[in-house]
């Protein structure tokens, strides 16, 4: 790949997400999903855990391929 920060980069995967905290865990129940959640896997998010999409422009920026979790409530 040709993005200069494609090899050398060592980020932390949590850039900023309840930093205070020794360990970041959302917990749901099955009854709490909407008909199709999509939560968020690069941890850029400004509406973590659920993905807004900030995932194209990290991607794009770190020549990377990291997209969300998509639950459905029923098969598609
Ligand atoms: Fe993080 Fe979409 S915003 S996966």
Do not use: M
Not at 21 to 50: G, H
């Amino acid at each position: 790949k040709s993005c200069k920060n494609y090899f050398n980069r060592k980020p932390p995967v949590n850039p900023e997400i309840k930093k205070d905290a020794q360990k970041v865990v959302d917990s749901f129940t099955a009854e709490e999903f909407k008909a199709k959640t999509a939560f968020c896997r690069c941890w850029r998010s400004a509406n973590f855990p659920y993905c807004d999409g900030s995932h194209n422009a990290y991607n794009k920026e770190c020549c990377d391929n990291v997209g969300p979790l998509v639950i459905s409530a029923k098969a598609e």
